[in-house]
């Protein structure tokens, strides 16, 4: 990897004809503008900001983490951090739904998974219909900045695969910057946190995943297993 | 007409053309989306920058572009005479222009019925406020992620007398001899395009023309710390 370079609003990052104008970026009179502050990245000619900062932007296809705001006569209107609200019909749930009881399904308050299926300028629509969505019983759910999540999840998964191998937790990071960790105990749901804001701190070194790896080797072995929780079924 | 530019000394011995030292930072207010603190000489503006997010009150949404909302506000500390906290006219009037002097180079229409939120604060003044308050807003607009075609810099501009300098403190601005001060306080994109230009006093066409070539100068030494700041705040 290259040593990447910052970008500012309206600043120049390349003349002539060399490179075409990818994400962020506007061609004047034969220069590339950067339109937004990020770091430049080039591929196959093109040349693209990616955001370093900034709210959660929604695109088609995200997995994100919402929660269900309001209850209308066909759906479910559900807050996933964006600037506009979800909208999640009953047609999208892969699932029996009494019409007269929305609220025996998702009641206002709880929590999904879910996909963003669709996008237009009355709004964003929700799917739960593929593997891995629906409603979340239990677990941790934390918030990070958006614009680091493709740094949580790694290449192919590989910094998030890294995480479950050490921590014995199912992890699920929503595109809108919201995570969820499903683990035995409560210690080897905190490790996988403490290592995912770790992760997020050091974001920009080289060599991340290797850094993790050290981290974990230097916070001690496996989390253990289910102890506190039994000891509470026991009191019980 | 007539410059008297050899014999004339700023009080703090400045030359005609140069700036008090500036200082400039982004990154100053976690919680915030994007934020920055700006000082030139004594003046210190803080800008914290929320959005673009979904505008409330319903009734202010734009379906066809967002709105940008500012709000100037000078500490009660910030000059030796305490002042009444709260809007006044004149910060009133100063946020609509912070407004004013931004949204050109803002891309609104990607955002239909959202808004994005500006807090300027002045933590102490010195004159320029005003023109701290937009440079502070401009980079706390770059650093919360907002698409932009350009940055926006900021200075007044002066004539004491006939004298033109740039960058006033509040002890020039007080200057009472010969024409008396006047303030002109101009923001530019640093490619030279004026999205804000106001004027306190009397002053010629043509020393106007020379206002502008003075400014756009001093402008461009801005957008350098500007710049720096940003590129800095990553490493």
């Given at each position: 990897m290259t040593e990447r370079k910052i970008a500012i609003p309206g600043e120049i990052i390349a003349e002539g004809e060399d490179y075409l104008p990818g994400e962020w970026t506007e061609k004047r009179e034969g220069k590339i503008y950067a339109l937004k502050y990020g770091l430049i990245e080039e591929a196959n000619k093109l040349l693209k900001i990616i955001p370093v900062s900034g709210t959660y932007s929604p695109r088609r296809g995200n997995v994100v983490i919402g929660k269900i705001e309001n209850i209308t006569f066909n759906g479910w209107v559900v807050d996933i951090g964006a600037p506009e609200n979800a909208f999640l019909t009953?047609?999208?749930?892969p699932q029996y739904v009494n019409k007269d009881a929305l609220e025996e399904v998702f009641d206002i308050g709880d929590m999904l998974v879910a996909k963003i299926w669709s996008m237009n300028k009355r709004g964003i629509d929700l799917s739960l219909k593929a593997k891995g969505l629906g409603k979340i019983d239990e677990g941790l759910i934390f918030e990070i900045n958006p614009n680091k999540v493709p740094r949580v999840i790694g290449k192919e998964g590989s910094m998030i695969n890294l995480i479950k191998d050490n921590t014995g937790c199912d992890i699920t990071v929503g595109q809108n910057g919201r995570v969820l960790i499903e683990g035995d105990s409560i210690e080897g749901e905190l490790k996988a946190k403490k290592a995912i804001m770790h992760i997020v701190e050091k974001s920009y070194i080289e060599g991340l995943t290797e850094e993790v790896e050290n981290w974990f080797k230097s916070q001690g072995g496996l989390a253990p297993k289910r102890e506190v929780s039994k000891d509470l079924e026991d009191d019980e | 007409m007539a410059k008297k530019t050899e014999n004339f000394e700023r009080p703090d011995g400045r030359k005609l053309n140069e700036l008090r030292p500036i200082k400039a930072r982004v990154?100053?207010?976690?919680?915030?989306d994007g934020s920055a603190i700006y000082q030139s000489g004594d003046t210190i503006a803080i800008a914290a920058v929320y959005g673009p997010k979904k505008m409330h009150p319903q009734h202010q949404q734009d379906p066809a572009k967002g709105v940008l909302r500012c709000s100037y506000n000078m500490m009660t500390f910030s000059v030796s005479d305490r002042i009444k906290p709260g809007t006044s006219r004149r910060s009133t009037e100063i946020s609509k222009i912070t407004e004013w002097a931004l949204e050109p180079v803002l891309m609104l229409d990607k955002f239909p019925g959202q808004v994005i939120d500006i807090f300027i604060h002045i933590i102490q003044a010195d004159a320029g406020t005003r023109c701290a308050g937009i440079n502070a807003a401009s980079m706390a607009l770059a650093h919360a992620g907002v698409p932009m075609k350009n940055l926006v810099c900021s200075v007044s501009v002066g004539k004491l007398d006939k004298t033109l300098v740039v960058d006033l403190t509040k002890e020039e601005e007080d200057f009472e001899e010969g024409e008396g001060p006047t303030d002109i306080p101009v923001s530019m994109t640093?490619?030279?395009?004026?999205t804000h230009l106001q004027l306190d006093g009397k002053i010629g066409p043509e020393q106007l023309k020379e206002v502008l070539d003075i400014g756009k100068k001093a402008i461009e030494e801005i957008y350098e710390i500007q710049k720096k700041a940003l590129k800095e705040a990553f490493n």
């Open positions: 009953v047609m999208e749930v | 990154g100053v207010i976690p919680n915030a640093p490619d030279g395009k004026i």
